[in-house]
T-cell receptor
């Protein structure tokens, strides 16, 4: 597609439930990043995928968080047993392998845990 | 020391003013630099890349000072529509993960 697509745009879930967030990157972009942004805060790196290489999971805050990506296509971020502190906007970005042209973000998923 | 630091502001300026932001980075091997703009409750959007020789795009000028490890953004003739948070992004130097600054808030008033 023309841009990075994320779904759902908004998600309200009960504490303890699992949620799955989806990111569809720009075609041809081999790199994909997930970030979290809490209200009024900066972007917090979560995970990075590059082609078929092993992902860099160094930013995942706990083992309740996991992400997958098949090849250079769609990625899903799963949060198990959600907690109120997980409430944030989850942003996905993609780029070419060489980041000369920067990173393109999706519009994010606003997650609210009640 | 944080990897990428920015003055959070807010910078409150009148229309037509010139305003400049700096961003310092800690990894001297960093190779890629960008300025992003983020409007309230929106995703960050690329404003411009920052090249070693400096670059200009209309009213916006970006510069890189490797010796002092900072990048700058200059906005001339500020418009109301320039009101946003400006994020500094740094990458490279052994990492493929872009690091974002916390952003500098700009408010342009009539």
């Amino acid at each position: 597609g023309a841009g990075v697509s994320q779904s759902p745009s908004n998600k309200v879930t009960e504490k303890g439930k699992d949620v799955e967030l989806r990111c569809d990157p720009i075609s041809g972009h081999t790199a994909l990043y997930w970030y979290r942004q809490r209200l009024g805060q900066g972007l917090e790196f979560l995970i990075y995928f590059q082609g078929n290489s092993a992902p860099d999971k160094s930013g995942l805050p706990s083992d309740r968080f996991s992400a997958e990506r098949t090849g250079e296509s769609v990625s899903t971020l799963t949060i198990q047993r959600t907690q109120q502190e997980d409430s944030a906007v989850y942003l996905c970005a993609s780029s070419f392998s060489k980041d000369t042209y920067g990173y393109t973000f999706g519009s994010g998923t606003r997650l609210t845990v009640v | 020391r944080k990897e990428v630091e920015q003055d959070p502001g807010p910078f409150n300026v009148p229309e037509g003013a010139t305003v400049a932001f700096n961003c310092t980075y800690s990894n001297s091997a960093s190779q890629s630099f960008f300025w992003y703009r983020q409007d309230c409750r929106k995703e960050p959007k690329l404003l411009m890349s920052v090249y070693s020789s400096g670059n200009e795009d209309g009213r916006f000028t970006a510069q890189l000072n490797r010796a002092s490890q900072y990048i700058s953004l200059l906005i001339r003739d500020s418009k109301l529509s320039d009101s946003a948070t400006y994020l500094c992004v740094v990458n490279g130097g052994g990492s493929y993960i872009p690091t974002f600054g916390r952003g500098t808030s700009l408010i342009v008033h009539p």
